[in-house]
């Protein structure tokens, strides 16, 4: 919901598409790393999704969709949330959206997949592990 608020106030303000990412961006920076607290906060992906959701709902739903079918496949659902923000810029062209778009999407991306990396690394050595036995 903090994201999706977020993006919602920036599209009734008149932003551009590139201003509202920078939107995303912030709320999730905030989200993951707010002051208050330390800088010990969230890992980011519900707020970016909800801020993604409001940008462009055909690009959310590409997401979604392709993390359904990793998690159908993998079973893994921290590396199924993670890779399709990691194509969320190849999936943002596809949508019609500017290089600039894709471009600041890239830092959104290592926002949400930064905090995950201890995860993903679990994940990928027991996907391994399992594939070695």
């Given at each position: 919901l903090k994201g999706a608020?977020?993006?919602?106030?920036?599209?009734l303000a008149g932003s551009t598409p590139e201003y509202c990412i920078l939107v995303g961006l912030a709320v999730t920076v905030g989200h993951n790393w707010p002051v208050q607290l330390g800088f010990r906060g969230g890992k980011g992906l519900a707020t970016s999704f909800g801020a993604v959701l409001v940008f462009d709902p055909i690009l959310a739903g590409a997401m979604l969709?392709?993390?359904?079918?990793?998690?159908?496949?993998?079973?893994?659902?921290t590396l199924s949330a993670c890779v399709p923000y990691?194509?969320?810029p190849a999936l943002s062209l596809a949508c019609g959206h500017s290089g600039a778009v894709a471009a600041l999407l890239l830092p959104l991306v290592a926002a949400?997949?930064?905090p995950h990396h201890e995860n993903l690394r679990a994940e990928l050595h027991r996907?391994?592990?399992?594939?070695?036995?």
């Open positions: 608020l977020a993006l919602f106030g920036a599209r969709a392709l993390c359904g079918l990793l998690i159908l496949v993998t079973r893994r659902f990691l194509l969320s949400v997949v930064a996907r391994h592990a399992a594939l070695s036995s």
